[in-house]
């Protein structure tokens, strides 16, 4: 994945950019997650019942991530390195972005869905599949709107 703020801006309706047109190759909801150098992602700020992603966002400037993706217009005097592409929900942004990025894949796409098995039957479905078919999927179990 390869984007400039201003094309992410483009593809999630309604929203504008703010501050520094910089590229971002990852995408990340988790302010705990390390990045290492030549690391390019956009953090996309959820709000949740327990939570405020935009409370972190200074935290994460300090440690090099300049794209984010928000929900609250930013003071980018304080982050004179850094974009911000500002939507109404970034969750909604988010998946506007998964689908975009989704619809540059070839090949076929398989959904699961259901209230139980999902991540065993993806992991059976991977090992199942013919020599040299390839195969991606999820690294993880994600059992939400993300």
Wanted: charge should be positive; aromatic fraction near 8%.
């Amino acid at each position: 994945m390869k984007y400039l703020l201003s094309q992410i801006a483009n593809v999630v309706k309604g929203s504008r950019l703010e501050g520094a047109d910089v590229t971002v190759e990852s995408v990340t909801t988790d302010s705990r997650h390390s990045f290492g150098m030549g690391d390019s992602p956009l953090f996309v700020a959820i709000r949740g019942a327990n939570h405020d992603g935009h409370d972190f966002i200074p935290e994460l400037y300090r440690r090099g991530v300049r794209g984010f993706l928000v929900e609250r217009e930013q003071d980018c005097s304080l982050y004179p390195e850094a974009g911000f592409v500002v939507a109404e929900r970034s969750l909604a942004a988010l998946q506007m972005l998964a689908a975009d990025y989704r619809s540059s894949f070839r090949g076929k796409m398989i959904a699961i869905t259901g209230s139980k098995g999902k991540t065993v039957v993806k992991e059976w479905i991977a090992q199942a599949a013919p020599e040299g078919v390839r195969v991606f999927r999820s690294p993880r179990s994600y059992n939400s709107q993300l």
